[in-house]
């Protein structure tokens, strides 16, 4: 009788164990299969975010109101995402010198200069343009305090050798919008990179230009180059942060200096 019971307890004991075994092997492939679906989701809204702020981009681009930007009523021909953007890697650098290559109506750069002035107090923008259009931006005190213009191209000798000598041994970040061909970008980069401070930034604009995705008919530029570069230069990587509010004129084109 007691043999009888012992055998109809084990082949119970048996029966829990394999209804166990069976109920967590279930479980585990529910598991599995939520994440699958939860990973599969992330990844649809993810390419869905992406194509949105395409389009986005697109139409905003194509509106031109970034070419009614002003700061202090002078035309800075940006989004104010990505000064924004650059407002907090200046506040985090605080550079010495800030190198602009593209100067334009200058509204740009009293920005920067503006927001040097109160993380840097000896803070200065090194502005560089073949043909600037500053007689407004001139005017202001701010400009007069902080900026330096030099006239001609970014990528002449005399001009990269005057500024590699003034910022030697201080805190540099550049920023590049001048010519946005993939040859001179390039050489740009080329010799900017070399100033840049490890930890602070080489900013590439219009890196958007040629499908990226505006203008698609405008040829190898900004984002070419910055392909290129990123080839044969492993102290830079791309900063993807910079780009949370998913509106930037330079996709990919915030390059950190990480040695």
């Known amino acids: 009788m007691s043999e009888s019971v012992g055998t109809q307890v084990g082949k119970r004991s048996s029966s829990i164990t394999f209804l166990t075994i069976v109920t967590v092997l279930s479980l585990a492939l529910a598991g599995a299969e939520l994440l ?3 990973h599969y989701r992330r990844q649809q809204v993810a390419a869905e975010t992406e194509k949105v702020a395409e389009n986005f981009q697109k139409f905003y681009y194509d509106s031109y ?5 002003k700061w202090l009523g002078i035309t800075s021909e940006q989004t ?3 000064n924004w953007s650059m407002q907090e890697i200046i506040d985090e650098i605080r550079p010495d010198y800030i190198i602009e290559a593209g100067t334009f109506n200058g509204g740009t750069t009293l920005f920067y200069a503006s927001v040097l002035s109160y993380v840097n107090p000896n803070g200065k923008v090194i ?5 600037p259009q500053v007689a407004d931006a001139s005017k202001w005190p701010l400009w007069k305090q902080r900026v330096e213009l030099i006239v001609g191209s970014s990528v002449e000798p005399r001009v990269t050798d005057h500024i590699a000598q003034e ?7 550049v ?6 061909t993939h040859d001179h970008v390039l050489k740009e980069m080329e010799i ?3 100033l840049v401070t490890p930890g602070s930034y080489l900013v590439v604009q219009d890196t958007n230009l040629n499908g990226h995705p505006v203008l698609p008919q405008w ?3 900004p984002m070419e180059a910055v392909q290129e570069f990123l080839r044969t230069h492993d102290n830079f990587i791309v900063d993807r942060g910079r780009e949370k509010f998913l509106l930037t004129f330079y996709p990919g084109g915030w390059l950190k200096r990480v040695k």
């Open 65 to 69: 109101v970034w070419q009614k930007m």
């Open 80 to 82: 104010p995402t990505d």
């Open 175 to 180: 920023t590049l919008d001048s010519l946005h």
């Open 219 to 221: 040829g190898p530029g």
């Open 167 to 173: 910022v030697r041994d201080k805190t540099v970040l």
């Open 192 to 194: 900017y990179s070399k």
């Open 36 to 38: 699958l679906a939860v």
């Open 127 to 131: 502005t560089i343009d073949v043909e």
